[in-house]
């Protein structure tokens, strides 16, 4: 079955801290992932994408992922979060030419001024 | 351009009534999805359309049922609604497999 794993749901760092969120995913075929955010009040927005070529990828306010094929992984990183990041953040996946996303429960991140 | 929206943002209904949600996706996009988000649940896959076509089919009853317009604005419908219905619903549109899709503000709806 098509599934995505986000193991934390609950985090909370200081700012300055370094972060990372972890996302598994089950999936048959080549896959396109995806991280997006959603700040308290507004709409879901992509951080960041994969479709192919160089596995690590680099998304906007500073966030990165690294897709490890072999772990079936795409995790989230930041070296040093800002209070601004609090949000909660949506690992997800598709199958390359398809429509249909699969996403993660959720990540919810605080970051304590 | 104008973004993806959703109208009404919020909706309260009683149990067995129904109810439909509007998405307009942004100009020039043929793909529109639906999910259902509930907290501990994430997003979950309602259905995508494209060219007035449903081509995705997520897991859920057959209450939920929606359709696309020539324009790409897109409806979704739900019957007999049920308390575990209550969720925000987001509509998401793209222009094609390989780019971004961007999402609207969702509707809130609220079962009593």
């Known amino acids: 079955a098509q599934s995505v794993s986000q193991h934390n749901h609950h985090v909370i760092l200081s700012e300055a801290a370094s972060l990372e969120l972890g996302c598994n995913y089950s999936?048959?075929?080549?896959?396109?992932l995806f991280w997006y955010v959603q700040y308290p009040g507004q709409h879901l927005q992509l951080l960041l994408k994969?479709?192919?070529?160089?596995?690590l990828v680099k998304g906007i306010k500073g966030f990165e992922a690294e897709f490890i094929k072999s772990k079936f992984s795409f995790n989230l990183r930041k070296p040093s979060v800002q209070w601004s990041d609090t949000a909660e953040y949506f690992c997800?996946?598709?199958?390359?030419?398809?429509?249909?996303?699969?996403f993660g429960t959720g990540t919810r991140l605080k970051v304590l001024a | 351009k104008a973004g993806v929206t959703q109208t009404p943002r919020y909706l309260i209904k009683t149990r067995g009534q129904q109810v439909t949600l509007s998405c307009s996706p942004i100009s020039g996009h043929r793909s529109v999805s639906w999910y259902q988000q509930t907290p501990g649940q994430g997003l979950q896959f309602l259905f995508e359309y494209f060219s007035e076509t449903q081509r995705n089919k997520g897991n859920f009853p057959g209450r939920f049922s929606g359709r696309q317009f020539s324009n790409s604005r897109s409806e979704m419908n739900v019957s007999t609604l049920e308390l575990g219905d209550s969720a925000l619903y987001l509509c998401?549109?793209?222009?094609?497999?390989?780019?971004?899709?961007?999402f609207g503000p969702g509707t809130r709806l609220l079962v009593l």
């Open positions: 997800a996946v598709k199958g390359s030419g398809t429509y249909k996303y699969i």
């Open positions: 998401a549109s793209s222009s094609g497999p390989e780019e971004t899709q961007y």
């Open positions: 994969y479709f192919s070529g160089d596995p």
């Open positions: 999936y048959g075929g080549t896959v396109n």
